[in-house]
């Protein structure tokens, strides 16, 4: 996936929620139901799965730099010696 969708998707996300919430739309406004027994460790689960595999789309690709990246820098001043 490209960075850049990634961008847009995120950027949609925002722009929607921030839609729900002016309009009086609360997930917690629900709260009298009551929730299936385990329904708080499966969604924290779900929730970090899905924090690190974002994380490692969006970041990996930020901060990773390639193999040789300091051997490039390296060899342009070997004639200092």
């Known amino acids: 996936m490209c960075k850049n969708t990634v961008y847009i998707l ?6 929607l929620s921030v839609i729900a919430e002016f309009c009086g739309i609360h997930m917690h406004a629900a709260s009298w139901w009551p929730l299936p027994f385990g329904y708080n460790i499966f969604f924290g689960f779900v929730g970090c799965a899905a924090l690190i595999i974002f994380s490692k789309l969006i970041l990996a690709p930020l901060l990773q730099r390639d193999e040789d990246y300091y051997d490039r820098n390296e060899s342009a001043g070997e004639d200092d010696e």
Not at 10 to 15: D, G, S
Request: glycine share 0%; net charge neutral; charged share 0%.
């Open 10 to 15: 995120v950027a949609i996300i925002l722009v």
